[in-house]
């Protein structure tokens, strides 16, 4: 397993356009995380699924967000109708409940035009 | 927003020398952690410490935990080059204990051969 694995690196889209993002997290790791950060802060959580059940949401998930984790495995997140301001880093991170520290993937770089 | 707030927010030193940088926090903690983020890369998890520890170590990395002032400091000692990054350090609530991280701003911190 070489850690929590994160798709596409980079996109770049033009505003009022749909995004979808992937995140492989690590396979013992039943908690996964998506943060998101822009240029000069610290990450911001979004959401967090433990299993296949997303338990919390953040106030920063608006309706254009969603998230999902089907089976449990990997999971997706989409931006719809995406604007300027959702330009940023998204990461995601996983995680064994009770094991301590978070591991994150390399992160998806998103640029809305 | 951000609940942890480190100090300072950049700090620029010579190979060798010590660097030290700071997080308070605002409200009750299951454990802190810090983790370090090169410039567009995901965050690598570098120590936890939890609310009943006071210090830990690991490597070069020395971690204080002072629950009763709400902060906390991490020590790299002999640094190197290699160690230019931004640090972050990120609290898991009482209240929300595995479901989520809290980070602050981070120090960018600049190691100069």
């Known amino acids: 397993d070489t850690g929590v694995s994160q798709n596409p690196r980079h996109k770049i889209t033009k505003r009022g356009q749909n995004v979808t993002f992937r995140c492989d997290p690590i396979s013992e790791h039943n908690r996964l995380y998506w943060y998101r950060q822009t240029l000069g802060q610290g990450p911001e959580f979004l959401t967090y699924f433990q299993n296949e059940a997303q338990l919390e949401k953040s106030r920063l998930l608006s309706d254009r967000f969603s998230a999902e984790r089907p089976k449990g495995s990997f999971s997706t997140l989409e931006i719809q109708r995406t604007e300027q301001g959702d330009s940023a880093m998204y990461l995601c991170?996983?995680?064994?409940?009770?094991?301590?520290?978070?591991?994150f993937g390399s992160g998806t770089r998103l640029t809305v035009v | 927003s951000q609940q942890g707030e480190e100090d300072p927010q950049a700090l620029s030193i010579q190979e060798g020398e010590n660097a030290t940088m700071n997080c308070s926090y605002k409200?009750?903690?299951?454990?802190l952690q810090w983790y370090r983020q090169n410039s567009g890369r995901g965050l690598v998890h570098l120590i936890l410490?939890?609310?009943?520890?006071r210090e830990k170590h690991s490597g070069r990395l020395r971690v204080t935990l002072d629950t009763s002032k709400k902060s906390s400091s991490l020590l790299i000692t002999a640094s190197r080059a290699a160690d230019t990054a931004s640090y972050f350090c990120a609290t898991e609530g009482e209240e929300t204990s595995g479901s989520r991280l809290t980070f602050g701003e981070g120090t960018q911190l600049t190691v100069n051969p």
């Open positions: 991170a996983s995680s064994l409940r009770g094991f301590g520290g978070y591991t």
């Open positions: 409200t009750s903690i299951n454990n």
């Open positions: 410490i939890r609310s009943n520890e």
